[in-house]
């Protein structure tokens, strides 16, 4: 089976500008999390995504929005970037409707997308 | 809201045993999971506990007592390859987000 892949893997932008961050979900897998990792710290939850509606938001504002296609692929859009928004962006799936043989549901993750505002 | 502690590094000898500690204090709780993530790579998925007590995988092992709100992992035979961050992290009771601490940066030496 297939892995978690995100595009572009870096990319670098100018303070005020938008971005488009995408993501293919590991085969099988319907509900998509975004996490932003600052430098040295652990990943953050940005949103989740299951059945193409947003169903959990942690404490990022609305400049960052998702969506969630027909085939479970996903994209992180963030406006007015600002300097701070530096960081690894990373996406992760898991099965909603399977816990798996221990019940862990756990996320699978992509190797990330490098921001760099400047 | 809630607030996770990890040390930030740890150095450790091919071949010897370490203990990465966490330390959680959460409005609730719904399992304790444990990622390594090598440097400009993907967080990886290896282990999940949730019920008191050890789980035991190869050379990782991990622990956790919801009383006291403490989990360890556990590396054993230390190769040079697990110099990584560990990542702990607890799984809200909604399930849909992990909180996770900032990473436990293991440095493996010969």
């Known amino acids: 089976e297939t892995g978690v892949t995100q595009s572009p893997t870096h990319l670098i932008k100018t303070r005020g500008q938008q971005v488009t961050l995408r993501c293919s979900s590991q085969?099988?897998?319907?509900?998509v999390s975004w996490y932003q990792q600052a430098l040295g710290q652990g990943p953050q939850f940005i949103f989740q995504?299951?059945?193409?509606?947003?169903?959990g938001r942690g404490n990022f504002p609305p400049r960052f929005s998702g969506l969630q296609f027909p085939n479970y692929s996903s994209e992180l859009n963030v406006n007015a970037l600002e300097l701070d928004d530096s960081a690894l962006y990373l996406c992760?799936?898991?099965?909603?409707?399977?816990?798996?043989?221990?019940?862990?549901?756990?996320?699978?993750f992509g190797a990330g997308s490098r921001l760099t505002v400047l | 809201g809630q607030n996770i502690d990890q040390p930030t590094e740890m150095t450790a000898t091919e071949g010897a045993i370490v203990q990465i500690n966490c330390t959680y204090q959460?409005?609730?709780?719904?399992?304790l999971f444990w990622y390594q993530q090598h440097a400009g790579e993907a967080p990886t998925f290896l282990s999940y506990?949730?019920?008191?007590g050890l789980e035991e995988k190869g050379r990782f092992s991990s622990f956790l007592s919801r009383s006291k709100g403490y989990s360890y992992l556990l590396l054993k035979e230390l190769q040079m390859k697990d110099s990584a961050s560990y990542l702990c992290?607890?799984?809200?009771?909604?399930?849909?987000?992990?909180?996770f601490g900032s990473g436990t940066q293991l440095t493996v030496l010969p």
């Open positions: 506990n949730v019920l008191d």
């Open positions: 959460t409005s609730g709780f719904n399992g």
């Open positions: 995504y299951y059945r193409e509606e947003e169903n």
């Open positions: 992760a799936s898991r099965d909603n409707g399977r816990g798996g043989e221990s019940g862990a549901n756990v996320l699978t």
């Open positions: 992290a607890v799984r809200a009771p909604s399930a849909r987000q992990l909180t």
């Open positions: 085969s099988g897998h319907n509900t």
